[in-house]
């Protein structure tokens, strides 16, 4: 099975930057596709934050452009979301994922348990 954590949610003021770290493991792991995050504020839909796959190609929810990176190395299933200027609409529970096989014909997204994220005005 496949195992993702993230750290590095916090407080923070607007304006203000936060780095957020993920690391899935897994004792079978044969190939991670794509690292994104997530995120989920009270009220609202979740959203796709961020996506980076295999080939290096990111995408952002038009929000968070110019201001949010995401990087990640796809043989570690390592990912980080690198946060700056951040505003307080960004407050919300941050969820990585890791879309991973288990074997060549055996793909899902695996979530870590999620990180949250506080933006005070």
């Known amino acids: 099975q496949v195992e993702v954590m993230e750290s590095g949610g916090g407080l923070a003021q607007a304006g203000g930057s936060l780095r957020l770290s993920c690391a899935s493991t897994?004792?079978?792991?044969?190939?991670?596709?794509?690292m994104a995050w997530h995120r989920e504020a009270p009220g609202k839909p979740r959203e796709l934050v961020a996506t980076?796959?295999?080939?290096?190609?990111?995408r952002y929810l038009d929000s968070v452009k110019g201001r949010f990176t995401i990087s990640a190395d796809h043989g570690k299933g390592t990912a980080y979301l690198q946060m700056d200027n951040l505003k307080p609409e960004d407050t919300a529970l941050y969820y990585c994922?890791?879309?991973?096989?288990?074997?060549?014909?055996?793909?899902?997204?695996?979530w870590g348990q999620g990180t949250q994220v506080t933006v005070s005005s």
């Open positions: 994922r890791a879309d991973a096989r288990t074997s060549v014909y055996a793909l899902r997204s695996y």
């Open positions: 897994s004792s079978s792991i044969f190939q991670v596709d794509v």
């Open positions: 980076v796959n295999r080939g290096g190609i990111s």
